[in-house]
């Protein structure tokens, strides 16, 4: 799901003992904010590419730089194999537009190494059946792993860890460039951090960051790990931690792999229960965010905390 803005209207976190625009029940005075209106993905359009063979592609990245290459063209790039492809660009349109598996069929053109030149319609075509197999986006193919990529005909082992590979090292430069603030100003400040980390996970995990009197990173710990619906918490422990710690406020982050960042039920009594039990040693809950790849839900933005 892809909304009209990728995070919740930005909210200060003001330190606890600092004058602030927070009332008496902890609750940021500022306009309510309209919840976001989602929309659905919309692909690009790669009819105009779908002449670009093997070689052609290959020539877009020198010339124009990857940025120019739609998703399936890069992926061709990692599964070529040197040589100067002939194959047309057929398959892209429908790849990823219809988003329709393919499954699993074993055929004629694999081969042990998970080479493509015997493939019909070559590295172009195979990229194109990986994202068509995988949702027809990367958001699904990165939560795909190296054993059900493999089950792309013609794909590999060696080549399903290529692509593996290189959706782990965007992860990773993804953190690197979100490196944890010191200090906590804002929602965006824990959007940056969690969602490289968590957007896309295929299990919910939920995550709570503990906080000095002035905002500052105390410890940032991983609380539970569920299911692919939700993930069980135990409230008192994280109170716990908090205490053991000398946290003044605290943050909680959870994921949701649907991409619906609405919160549940579940979410919000468990949101209840800590801030209840916080309030007992004068723990301040700051905020509550839902992160998901498109939108991401902000207790505080939406006016519940």
Known sequence: ??????????????????????????????????????????????AAHSSLTDAEVRERLIS?????????QLLCILLQEGSSGSSS??????????????????????????????????????AERVLSDNGGNLVQLSRAGLKKLRMTEGLGLRRAAAITAALELGRRLALAENAEPSTIRNNEDIIRVFRPLLASLPHEEFWVVYLSSANTVIDKVKAGQGGVSGV???????????????????????????????????????????????????????DHLIITPGECFSYRGSKLL
């Open 1 to 46: 799901m892809k909304p009209n803005n990728d995070t919740p209207p930005e909210q200060q976190y003001n330190q606890p003992n600092a004058q602030s625009n927070v009332d008496s029940h902890g609750q940021l005075n500022a306009q309510p904010q309209a919840q976001p209106q989602a929309q659905s993905n919309v692909q690009p359009d790669y």
């Open 64 to 72: 124009r730089g990857a940025g120019a290459l739609t998703d399936a």
């Open 89 to 126: 660009i057929n398959g892209a349109k429908k790849g990823l537009q219809s988003g329709l598996a393919n499954g699993y069929a074993s055929g004629s053109g694999t081969n042990p190494g998970g080479g493509v030149r015997n493939m019909p319609g070559g590295a172009m075509s195979l």
């Open 232 to 286: 069980m918490v135990d409230h008192k422990l994280i109170i716990k931690r908090a205490i053991e710690s000398l946290a003044s406020s605290m943050i909680l982050v959870h994921n949701h792999p649907s991409g619906v960042a609405a919160p549940s039920g579940p979410d919000n009594d468990l949101t209840e229960k800590i801030v209840a039990a916080a309030s007992l040693f004068d723990i301040e809950v700051l």
